[in-house]
C-alpha cells in the first residue's frame, strides 16, 4: 500500500531510528519491523539503534526481584524522549503493564502462535517425563501450571537469553523447557520444539507472542505511519490480556496468565491467578466484542477477585 493510497496527507516518512535490545530475538524483531516500513515506505532511511538494557545484564537474579520487565524497556524510552531514536519494537509480554504519560502504543502487529513450547532431547511431550524429571523455566505463570497438570516433575529456574537456556537444556542441566513457541520461531529454532502445549496446559501471558511499537506519546507523524502495521484482532486481544495483568498484578510478577482469541467476531479471553505451587489456581473467562476489549479484562479480573485472588496474591509477598 502506498502512502497515497491509504489518504494519508503527511509526507512519508525521511528516516525512522528504532532503539532496540541487542538479544538476537530484540533485533531480529527490530530487522522485521524495519523491513515492513521500509516495505511500506522505500524512499524512508530506517536505521537501528543497539542498546544493553539493565535487563539485560541482570543474569543472576530472578527479574522480578531486581525491577521486573521495566528493565528491559527504560533505556529504550531514555532514547525516545533524548530524540536519539524515533519508536521501540518490545515484545508485547516485556512491556510493563502502565507506561509513563509520555509514551504510548503506536501499533500492535499481527500475532504469531501466542502458545508456550515444549523442548526437550529426552522426551515428545510433558506427559512422557517420568516422576522427578526437572523441567528448567524461571515464570511463575509456567510453573504454577505445571505443578497443578504435572505434580510428580520438578521445576527449575532458568534464566538467560534464548540461546542461553537452550545451551544449558543441552548441557544436560533440564530434562526439558518451556518456551515461547514465537520466540523460537523467530529465531530459526522452529525445529527445537517438540509440541505446543494447548493454552489449556500452559494458559500464555498477556501480550505473549505479539509484536508492540512504542514511540513518543506527541509524535502524531509517526502515530499515522505505523497505523497500517496495526492487527485490529491482535491489537484487541493483547488490551484484554493487559487489563487483566493491570487489574490484578500490575507489572509484577506473579503466577497469571491471560490469553485472548477472536473467534467469529468475538474475542474469548481466559485468564488464571495461581499459587506458584499449583496447589490453588483460580479460572475465569469471558466473552464479548472485541471493541469492548478492556472491559472485558477488567471484567474477567472482578470474578477472579470474586474468587480470592486478592487474598491469594497478597499471600504470595
Ligand atoms: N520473557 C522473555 C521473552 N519475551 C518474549 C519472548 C518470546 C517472544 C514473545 O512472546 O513475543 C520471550 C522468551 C520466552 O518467554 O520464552
Redesign the pocket.
Known sequence: MSVAQSGSTSAAPERIVIATRESR?ALWQAEHVKARLEALYPSCQVELLGMTTRGDQILDRPLAKVGGKGLFVKELETALLDGRADIAVH????VPMEMGEDFTLACISEREVPLDAFVSNRYDSLADMPPGTVVGTS?LRRESQLHAHYPFLGVTSLRGN?DTRLRKLDEGQYDAII??A??LT?LGLGSRIRGVLPAETSLPAAG????GIECLAGRQDLLQWLAPLNDPDTSACVRAERAVARALAGSCEVPLGAYAEVKDGQLWLRGFVARPDGSEILRAEQCGAPADAEALGVALAVSLREQGAEALLASLG
Open positions: 530475538l515484545s508485547m509480554k516485556d515464570s534464548l518456551l515461547a514465537a520466540g523467530r505473549q507472542g505479539a509484536l
